[in-house]
Structures are given as C-alpha cells and as structure tokens.
C-alpha cells in the first residue's frame, strides 16, 4: 500500500530533499532520479527504487502505475505525495511524474570488465555535471561499456548528471580512479588509451582503432595534462575548420567516439 | 575614462542585471555575454561591447586591460565596479573577469547568405540553451556557416547559449525563422536539407552529402514532426548500438555534421 505524505516538513521528504546535495548522497550511499523514461530506464536494467515518490495525476500515467506497482512488489516503498513536493525533490518548476531514490553504485576500477565492450569512455577531470551524463548518454548509444572518471570530476549522481544520462547512468558501468590507479589497471591487460587533444598533429580519422579502444577527454577548460598525454597510444584530434578551435567535451568525445565505432563496424 | 560604480543600486547596473531576462533583452536590443575568452572572440570578430564591466582583480590581466582600452577606443563604456557586482551580473558565485553589453543581431533569414559556406546548422523546437549555445560552438568547428532557428526556440540570447557558445554567437550566422518562412528561402536556391530522426532506415553514413548542406535536429524530446522529415532530401540515423536509442541533441548535430565536412574534405 502506497504511504501518503502532503506535508514538506516530513521527515522522508526531508531526507530525500537532501539528496540534492553532494555530502548527503555519499553519507547516506543513494541518489535520486526523476522521470518516467529514467526510472523506466533503471527497471529495464534491473534497478529498483528503494524510494517511489508520485502525485495524484502522474499515477494516471499507465507507465508511472506500472513503476509505482513493479516498486512494491520488489520491496521498496511507493510514497503518494503533491506537485509541490514533487517540484522541491527536483528542483524544477515543472516536475517529473515520478522520481525514485536508488543505491548508489560501486564504481571501484575492479568492478570494470573491460572484455564486454569494444569501446569504454575516459573522461579526466570533468567540470560540467551536464556534460558527465552526456558522455553516459553517448557511451549508451554507441555501445560503450562504461565511463571512467579520472582525477576530481564532478559527481556522477547529481540529479543534473543523472538527469543528462537519460537513464545511461543505469546501463552504462561508472569507475572512478586516480590517473595512476587508472594507468596500473589499463596496463595489465589489453586496450588502446586514445586521447583528444587540439596540439595533437594526428587527424582523428587516420589511424587504425584497436579493441578495447579506451576514449579520453581531458578537462573541459585545461584539456589534458601534458603528461597524460604522454601516457596515451595514440594522440588524436578532429579538425577544426572554424575560427574558435574548441568543441564541448562532451561532444568531442561523441564525435570521436563515433569514428571508433564506425571503424569497428566496417 | 572607466566609470566607477560601487553601489548594486545604480541604474546601470539595475539595467544591466535586467538583461538576464528574455522579455527585457528583446525590449532592449541588448544581451550579456561573460568572460575574457567569449569578449576576445568577440572583439576577433569585429564585435565590441557596448559597456564592459570589471573589477579592480580583472583589470590585472593583460587581456582584460587590452579589451576594456579597446571598448573605451571604440566608443563604449568601461565601468570599473565590484566582484559582487560581476557575481551579480554573471549569476555566478565565481563571476568572470568581464562582462559586456552587446546589441542584439538581425537574425532574419534574408542576411542569411548560403554561399558563403559548405554547411548550415538548422534547429527546430530547441528547447535547451546550453544544447543552442553548444550547436553554435560546433558550427564554428566544422567551419559551418551559422545556425538557423525554426519556431519556438529557446532565446540565443541567454546567458546559458551565449556561454555554452564560447563565443560563437559572434563568429555563426544567427537567423530565426517559422517552418514555412525556411523551406520557401531554402528551396528558392541550392541547398540539400538531411534530417536525422531515429525512425529513418538509411544509415548516415551511406548518402553523398551536397553542398550547401542544412542540418535538421528536431526538439530534444520530439524529434521532428512527421511533416518536417517528409519536406528532407535525406533522412537518416546515426547507429545506436545500446539500450536506450536517443542521443542529446547537440551531440547528434555534430556527430552528423562531422560526418558531412569528413566527405567533403576527402
């Protein structure tokens, strides 16, 4: 049976509200997410919320009853409560139908098996939290195993990060490991580490991907450090034909990301 | 001579804030743009600000003194003011050194001159203001000729396009245009419009792209409506090889746009 909360001063709405904040999420080991195609996302993955909040009128939604019943029955709470508190969970004027606590994830470096995936993403010191669910979004649609998140990056479980995922965040593996953490593991088995940088000489489309091929962006101001560069196989960039010499990391990362897979496919 | 200005009270800065708000950019015919790199690719492409506001620490960098002498040389107001100020002005705890006022552009479709590139950007329903600033950042990189604007689009104009831009809304054509306005300018010249939709069967990596080539993206959760894919010389789609069958919608542009400027440059 669904629990009823319409007051904000309760203490679950409060808990979940404070998920919204770094420091809480790692204390307490979940994070939220919102939306119908999200959480319907994560239960096609097999991630059940703990958590199921929802109003009157998104219960009207086939998908959100489906959410709602499918949470219960596998243990976790549904929690029918208002548009407003649905509007303080996600800090959006215009709320998702539903949003959903979940666990967070074990992203040891270990967990990582890099032979199910022709193509794993390596994102260094990433800033944008728009940007990190971006870069799962892509690693989704073209069949990467994961993303890799090396050095201090911005948190993977923000509700900004999980919301620009569209739900990758469930399908895609997340690590996150030093650089030397990083280059330990890459090394004792097989993988091409492929950086992008606008100093590189090399074009993007010239050489001969390798599988596993391991994509790395740097920074999104900084690029990589020099000596990260260093460490890489092969040291690519893609043209640049305007007058600005920059793209979004997010994007650079899709655009050469496409290159490998189309590679691979050919 | 710098204008010296302390106090969030003065009307300038007043008038200044207020451009944060769409309703009052378009009354005014101004808009904000923030930070040392966006104000020099700015100023590298023939536009200075009509006011340019920094703090005592900004005027330190070689690079803000060259662009607040510059403003004042041609014609417009340096106004020497507070870091609170700035972070007022900027919405950021951690404002930029600079920031400046600038007119508005013409953005109707008729300064729109195709012959002076290969490629065109087109954006329809955009809803997203870093998605439009971003697509604006890749026009500039495939050397595209700028980004066309169809319907109900979010303003170019906002702080979160013209900072996602990195600047490019001062080197890309800027033009906003109904559906029917477009295809009568379109089809009144050369041109070859390529939709990408997640329904089309052809892969886009098999079609000959001609040039002038327009780029359509569809609305980041409707993709185009059925009567605008049918009006397309090309529909097709990128491979998706994951779960979730969807791309971020500046991230497809310019995965296709990469995709034309690669045939033409071979």
Redesign the interface.
């Known amino acids: 049976m669904p629990r009823e909360i319409s007051a904000y001063s309760n203490p679950l709405v409060k808990w979940a509200r404070s998920l919204r904040d770094k420091k809480n999420r790692r204390a307490e080991g979940r994070f939220l997410a919102e939306g119908l195609r999200i959480l319907s996302?994560a239960q096609?993955?097999g991630h059940m919320p703990e958590y199921i909040f929802y109003a009157d009128d998104s219960a009207r939604h086939p998908r959100a009853q489906a959410l709602i019943q499918a949470t219960e029955n596998a243990g976790g709470m549904a929690v029918n409560t208002t548009r407003q508190i649905l509007t303080k969970l996600s800090g959006k004027d215009n709320p998702q139908a539903v949003v959903g606590i979940y666990p967070e994830f074990d992203t040891s470096l270990a967990k990582i098996d890099r032979s199910t995936a022709d193509i794993w993403l390596v994102a260094q010191a990433l800033r944008d939290p728009?940007n990190l669910g971006?870069m799962l979004?892509?690693?989704?649609?073209?069949?990467?195993g994961g993303l890799i998140l090396i050095d201090d990056c911005v948190d993977p479980f923000s509700v900004e990060a999980i919301r620009?995922s569209?739900?990758?965040v469930f399908?895609q593996a997340l690590a996150t490991a030093s650089w030397g953490e990083f280059l330990v593991w890459l090394r004792a088995g097989e993988g091409q580490l492929v950086g992008t940088s606008l100093d590189a000489e090399l074009d993007y489309?010239e050489p001969d991907y390798a599988r596993p091929c391991f994509v790395l962006t740097g920074n999104e101001s900084a690029g990589l450090p020099a000596d990260y560069t260093e460490a890489c196989d092969l040291l690519v960039k893609?043209?640049?034909?305007?007058?600005?010499?920059?793209?979004?990391a997010?994007?650079a990362t899709?655009?050469m990301a496409?290159e490998v897979?189309?590679q691979f496919?050919r």
């Open positions: 996302e096609q993955s728009g971006t979004r892509t690693g989704d649609a073209v069949g990467a620009a569209m739900g990758a399908t489309q893609m043209p640049m034909h305007g007058k600005a010499d920059s793209l979004n997010a994007v899709a655009v496409y897979v189309n496919r």
